[in-house]
């Protein structure tokens, strides 16, 4: 018989150096400050981590596979509804694998609302600066997209919106809350009055906030992801950013009327319909939300939110104090400033960007919540020796 082992030196040594460098991985919408030690304790004494959950179906219906975290994820939906002007009775919604999941889910419910109001093929409208995630969805679900110019500050060119919409086919319009490399929020009401003038034949709304659709609900910016008062469709955010999880997963609501176009594939196995595109769906992920939706409650969100929120706004003060090209939008924990040198890219984990309209190559810093003043004066450190031509690539303690 053979003896199998896990080389656990190996492991060690490997998440080491995931901890150290996560301190430095400043480029991403990941919030480093993971908290579920104390929830993978209790999942392992509670023998849940012998068992095979699995959320399959729609959570709302009563599903035949009993080993699920259904009721749990019905309660996260349910917290986060009015957060986003949905009222209970009218949402509906899944803990999803991440933003791109939730983007899928919307794209493809928009395309079954739109063909349920007219025969004709939707086009799909989206900001040149949104994720490309839509782009790849768009590929996948055969549609005919509409790439639309954005201002420097990322938001969508709404006259050229106006230009490239044809009013005479369904419109499905992405409408992106905070761009991935600039934070670009699009102008919801200034859609919104292009739409009326030129009142194309059915129209569907979804809303990608996979980062500021973590944290502007608990702000007093909490409007601009609010469907009372914008009438988006539906809307994705991820889970494993502003939250803090740790690892990916996100958030998708929209109607019970948009659910209702769906087509329900009643699948005999699973005693319901199944509205989502994946059959599986994790179990794990609901429990957690639920947890830390508990341990944090509102308050705490808020909290989170501002600290952020004051974090970048002093990472600006700093780079301007120092003269350094950088900008920042208004609401947007997102600065992005001139690209430093190959060694500060890899050291604190950048992303690169390309804009002439801003002197050509760029790079972002995301700040999240593991990135403090402390952190940012060591940053900015290294920008300024960077800019003399020295380097530093020791480790940042
Ligand atoms: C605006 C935006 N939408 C969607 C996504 C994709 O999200 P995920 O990585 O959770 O699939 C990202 C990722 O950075 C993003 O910035």
């Given at each position: 018989?053979?003896?199998?082992?896990?080389?656990?030196?190996?492991?060690?040594?490997?998440?080491?150096?995931?901890?150290?460098?996560?301190?430095?991985?400043?480029?991403?919408?990941?919030?480093?400050?993971?908290?579920?030690?104390?929830f993978y304790h209790w999942y392992a004494v509670s023998g849940l981590a012998d068992v095979a959950l699995n959320n399959m179906?729609?959570?709302?219906?009563?599903?035949?596979?009993?080993?699920?975290?259904?009721?749990?994820?019905?309660?996260?939906?349910?917290?986060?509804?009015?957060?986003?002007?949905?009222?209970?009775?009218?949402?509906?919604?899944?803990?999803?694998?991440?933003?791109?999941?939730?983007?899928?889910?919307?794209?493809?419910?928009?395309?079954?609302?739109?063909?349920?109001?007219?025969?004709?093929?939707?086009?799909?409208?989206?900001?040149?600066?949104?994720?490309?995630?839509?782009?790849?969805?768009?590929?996948?679900?055969?549609?005919?997209?509409?790439?639309?110019?954005?201002?420097?500050?990322?938001?969508?060119?709404?006259?050229?919106?106006?230009?490239?919409?044809?009013?005479?086919?369904?419109?499905?319009?992405?409408?992106?809350?905070?761009?991935?490399?600039?934070?670009?929020i699009d102008n919801q009401d200034a859609i919104d009055e292009v739409l009326a003038r030129k009142r194309p034949v059915a129209?569907?709304?979804?809303?990608?906030?996979?980062?500021?659709?973590?944290?502007?609900?608990?702000?007093?910016?909490?409007?601009?992801?609010?469907?009372?008062?914008?009438?988006?469709?539906?809307?994705?955010?991820?889970?494993?950013?502003?939250?803090?999880?740790?690892?990916?997963?996100?958030?998708?609501?929209?109607?019970?009327?948009?659910?209702?176009?769906?087509?329900?594939?009643?699948?005999?196995?699973?005693n319901a319909s199944v509205p989502t595109i994946t059959c599986s769906r994790s179990a794990l992920a609901p429990l957690k939300?639920?947890?830390?939706?508990?341990?944090?409650?509102?308050?705490?969100?808020?909290?989170?939110?501002?600290?952020?929120?004051?974090?970048?706004?002093?990472?600006?003060?700093?780079?301007?104090?120092?003269?350094?090209?950088?900008?920042?939008?208004?609401?947007?924990?997102?600065?992005?400033?001139?690209?430093?040198?190959?060694?500060?890219?890899?050291?604190?984990?950048?992303?690169?960007?390309?804009?002439?309209?801003?002197?050509?190559?760029?790079?972002?810093?995301?700040?999240?919540?593991?990135?403090?003043?402390?952190?940012?004066?060591?940053?900015?450190?290294?920008?300024?020796?960077?800019?003399?031509?020295?380097?530093?690539?020791?480790?940042?303690?």
């Amino acid at each position: 018989m053979t003896n199998h082992s896990v080389d656990i030196n190996r492991l060690n040594a490997f998440a080491e150096k995931m901890v150290k460098e996560k301190k430095t991985a400043v480029g991403f919408p990941c919030n480093q400050n993971v908290k579920f030690a104390d929830f993978y304790h209790w999942y392992a004494v509670s023998g849940l981590a012998d068992v095979a959950l699995n959320n399959m179906g729609d959570p709302r219906k009563p599903s035949l596979y009993s080993l699920n975290t259904h009721e749990f994820e019905n309660e996260v939906i349910d917290f986060f509804a009015p957060l986003y002007g949905f009222s209970h009775a009218e949402a509906w919604g899944i803990v999803t694998n991440g933003g791109t999941d939730g983007n899928n889910h919307g794209i493809y419910f928009g395309v079954h609302v739109l063909s349920s109001r007219s025969q004709l093929k939707p086009i799909l409208y989206v900001s040149e600066e949104a994720h490309y995630s839509v782009m790849r969805l768009c590929d996948l679900q055969g549609l005919e997209m509409r790439q639309i110019p954005a201002n420097v500050k990322g938001e969508i060119e709404v006259q050229a919106f106006e230009q490239a919409l044809d009013p005479t086919r369904p419109a499905l319009i992405v409408i992106a809350v905070g761009t991935t490399f600039k934070g670009g929020i699009d102008n919801q009401d200034a859609i919104d009055e292009v739409l009326a003038r030129k009142r194309p034949v059915a129209v569907y709304r979804h809303v990608d906030a996979a980062l500021f659709g973590g944290y502007l609900p608990f702000t007093e910016h909490a409007h601009l992801v609010d469907r009372s008062l914008h009438n988006f469709d539906s809307i994705a955010v991820s889970g494993h950013k502003f939250f803090g999880f740790d690892e990916p997963l996100g958030l998708f609501l929209t109607t019970n009327e948009v659910l209702a176009t769906q087509n329900p594939f009643r699948v005999s196995y699973l005693n319901a319909s199944v509205p989502t595109i994946t059959c599986s769906r994790s179990a794990l992920a609901p429990l957690k939300f639920w947890w830390q939706i508990h341990k944090t409650g509102v308050e705490g969100y808020q909290r989170q939110a501002e600290l952020i929120l004051k974090n970048a706004l002093y990472l600006k003060q700093r780079l301007d104090e120092i003269n350094y090209p950088a900008w920042k939008n208004d609401i947007s924990n997102t600065v992005y400033f001139r690209r430093p040198g190959e060694w500060v890219m890899r050291k604190w984990c950048l992303a690169p960007y390309e804009d002439d309209r801003l002197g050509g190559k760029l790079a972002h810093d995301i700040v999240m919540r593991h990135e403090g003043m402390h952190t940012i004066d060591h940053f900015v450190d290294d920008l300024i020796l960077d800019r003399k031509g020295e380097s530093d690539t020791e480790p940042f303690q």
